[in-house]
């Protein structure tokens, strides 16, 4: 341990005169590699929207601060093709094409996060926009089965800037605090930016579980066997310092040199405190689990650009990136019988380490006066050590000890090269063809299981075509591509993650080193139509999508020789995915200028999925999610400083069957958020109101699964709460 903390502070030490120097993100450096985008100034999201070849949603700034979240994936449930399922302390999902399990790519400025790198607490005080793609692109790594969500980092200011934001939060009576100042400003060929951001949170999660065992029978209503309640209470209370310093610099009209950086230390206490009531039958071992953990670390991102164009039109970039997360954690782990007798007394001790770097080059060139050529490299090797070192004290009438000392490694190196023409045919008609070739190493071992080597490589063909309709201003999008979706180390990895309380319904967690990579087929298609005389006054639009996956990795339920549950992952066959999903943004007064100044905004969504594998009917994919709505207003009040709206979230629930013997019930969502702006006169600050989770509605998942002739059941109910929130902010 003494070893990884001389590692935390040189790495530190080697972070100091970067933030010393506030050295910051070029100012292009936000720029997504999406074909034929070129961000100039400060361009409108629409704009970048529509001159887009593949389909692709921008979220402004404007939008990601509309409700003051302090965490952007509160801001991103309300943007279009996205839904986001919170797992409670284990942090947030994105999911396109209602998917989860990995389907979605995210993207940090056009590069894959790194592993570790907790999106969740990511603040929209430090975003320019966030790009959501539906099509493949090759200048991207093309591990985005559902799309790419592309969060574009805030580029160095265009003039002097100073920004200070204040807010207080409240949710479950649990104070949170947060503070966030940015500073920029230029001098001759230099431009500079800096985001500093403190915050204190204070969250939990209350559950009520109730698992019952019944003999199986046709109905679901065999006799009960053994039934038992749980009350557990999750909870964390974090501090957070973030420093976010970025540069840019001329060096001479026609060249470039960036560099930005992300740094986040973090210190928390948290745990989890279950109490179990026994309704019927045989009670469990454990009536009470007291679960405290202690954890610190750091998070450390750079990356440098370099651009240079030519008079002949060619175009060269490089960048070259840093990445090093760390968590240390400290747990200790009391459990109690029904006897109110101390039974387990475990401490556990962990320290996990990601770093990663990476180098990429592009060249681009005109290629007669339709065709833009571009060639490209994009190389990363990441490494993850590990050691958890777990001590358990012998207790009298106790359960049984379990001493460890585990260490491991996983490695993974990337190497990508890729082809691409973009060919503007005539006025109306764009097009973009591509070619990938993308090839993983992937490397794990440790001192309890044997080291573990995968190899793989993907070839994507991406075809994009634009089609801009001469008489309406209506656009139509196609795209075709390949994508995948590779395993982590962790799911080859075959070590046991073990679970408190183990079952069927709650099984252990074991990865499998023979998984293989997942490979889709995608046709994408879309329709976008401008309202108003210039556009400005909203936008309709439709888009539709199907697509074919192979080798999709399904979970297996095993029973071990020792009689423990255990959950692995296999490739198994094919599904099909077919979707829909509407759109329309509408600016009343642009329209009609005698009414209110009104913004208005919807999207609905449908997805369906049909995995082979699995015996039907609700045989989706990865827990899918099958419909989803949005509704937004805002209102700015006339002849007043004040402004306010709102947002109501719907995701529809509903049973799904994982395998032939295991069915889960999926909760519906319903979430309303509601906002309050108000500007002080003579350009001084603003005060923003919110309030979140206004319905506070519980989600209920259950799960059921049959084995060896009876039927285990979980019904797990999360409560959530109202979160109200008040925030100033002003330039200094």
């Not at 940090?108 to 539906?134: D, K």
């Not at 519906?668 to 005060?687: C, M, N």
Request: glycine share 8%; proline share 5%.
């Amino acid at each position: 341990m003494k070893t990884r903390e001389k590692k935390v502070g040189a790495a530190l030490l080697w972070a100091a005169p970067l933030l010393a120097c506030a050295q910051a993100q070029p100012a292009d450096a936000g720029k997504a590699q999406l074909e034929r985008v070129q961000v100039q100034g400060e361009a409108s999201a629409q704009a970048l929207r529509r001159e887009s070849v593949g389909a692709l949603v921008v979220l402004g700034r404007e939008d990601l601060l509309r409700h003051g979240d302090t965490r952007l994936t509160d801001a991103l449930q309300r943007m279009p093709g996205l839904s986001v399922v919170n797992n409670g302390p284990r942090g947030a999902e994105i999911r396109m094409s209602g998917l989860g399990g990995g389907y979605t790519q995210i993207l940090l400025n056009g590069e894959p996060v790194p592993p570790g790198f907790a999106l969740e607490s990511l603040s929209p005080e430090l975003i320019e926009r966030v790009e959501v793609s539906r099509a493949a692109s090759v200048a991207q790594s093309n591990q985005a089965i559902a799309g790419s969500v592309n969060i574009v980092l805030r580029r160095v200011p265009r003039s002097a800037q100073r920004e200070l934001k204040l807010g207080l939060a409240s949710q479950f009576d649990r104070p949170s605090a947060n503070a966030d100042l940015q500073l920029g400003d230029r001098a001759g060929a230099l431009a500079w930016g800096l985001a500093l951001g403190v915050s204190s949170d204070k969250l939990v999660w209350p559950m009520a579980l109730r698992q019952q065992v019944r003999q199986a029978s046709n109905d679901g209503q065999g006799q009960l066997i053994q039934a038992y309640a749980t009350d557990k209470r999750e909870f964390d209370h974090s501090y957070r310092l973030t420093l976010a310093p970025r540069a840019s610099w001329t060096l001479a009209p026609d060249e470039s040199l960036g560099t930005d950086h992300l740094l986040r230390l973090f210190r928390s206490r948290g745990g989890a405190l279950d109490r179990r009531s026994s309704e019927f039958g045989a009670p469990p071992q454990q009536a009470r689990n007291d679960l405290l953990i202690a954890a610190h670390g750091y998070s450390l991102r750079s990356r440098f650009n370099w651009q240079r164009k030519q008079e002949d039109g060619q175009q060269w970039e490089l960048k070259l990136g840093l990445t090093r997360n760390q968590r240390d954690s400290h747990a200790d782990f009391d459990g109690y019988d029904f006897d109110g007798r101390w039974i387990r007394d475990a401490e556990v001790l962990s320290l996990a380490v990601d770093q990663g770097l990476s180098l990429a080059g592009r060249w681009r060139r005109p290629a007669g006066e339709a065709h833009q050529l571009s060639l490209g490299w994009d190389g990363e090797q990441s490494q993850r050590d590990e050691d958890r070192l777990q001590r358990e004290q012998p207790l009298p009438g106790g359960l049984p000890v379990e001493n460890l000392d585990e260490v491991y490694q996983a490695r993974v190196r990337r190497l990508a090269l890729f082809v691409q023409d973009e060919w503007e045919l005539s006025p109306q008609w764009q097009a973009t063809l591509g070619l990938r070739w993308e090839g993983l190493h992937q490397r794990s071992e440790g001192n309890v299981f044997e080291g573990v080597t995968s190899r793989a490589s993907v070839l994507s063909p991406v075809a994009q075509l634009l089609w801009k309709l001469p008489a309406s201003r209506d656009q139509l999008r196609l795209g075709l591509a390949r994508s995948y979706k590779a395993p982590t180390p962790r799911e080859l990895m075959p070590r046991r993650f073990v679970a408190n309380n183990n079952s069927p319904t709650t099984p252990d967690l074991q990865g499998n080193p023979a998984l293989r990579p997942e490979l889709a087929w995608s046709l994408d298609l879309g329709w976008s139509h401008p309202l108003g005389a210039t556009g400005k006054a909203g936008q309709l639009g439709a888009n539709a999508y199907a697509k074919r996956i192979e080798n999709v990795v399904v979970e297996d339920l095993l029973q071990a020789v020792n009689g423990a549950w255990v959950q692995t992952r296999a490739n198994r066959g094919r599904a099909v995915l077919q979707g829909i999903e509407l759109e329309a943004r509408l600016a009343v007064q642009q329209l009609w200028p005698a009414l209110p100044a009104l913004d208005l905004r919807a999207n609905l969504a449908f997805n369906r999925s049909r995995l082979a594998a699995v015996p039907g009917p609700d045989n989706r994919l990865a827990q899918q999610t099958p419909a989803s709505l949005n509704l937004g207003l805002d209102h700015r009040v006339a002849g007043t400083a004040l402004s306010w709206g709102g947002n109501l979230n719907l995701q529809a629930g509903g049973p799904q069957r994982q395998a032939e013997t295991r069915f889960i019930d999926l909760p519906s969502k319903r979430v309303l958020d509601l906002y309050a702006l108000w500007k002080e006169p003579a350009g001084g600050g603003q005060w923003r109101a919110s309030l979140s989770h206004l319905l506070h509605a519980d989600e209920l998942t259950q799960r059921r699964v049959l084995v060896q002739g009876s039927e285990h059941r979980l019904d797990d109910r999360w409560r959530s709460g109202m979160t109200a929130r008040l925030q100033y902010e002003r330039p200094l």
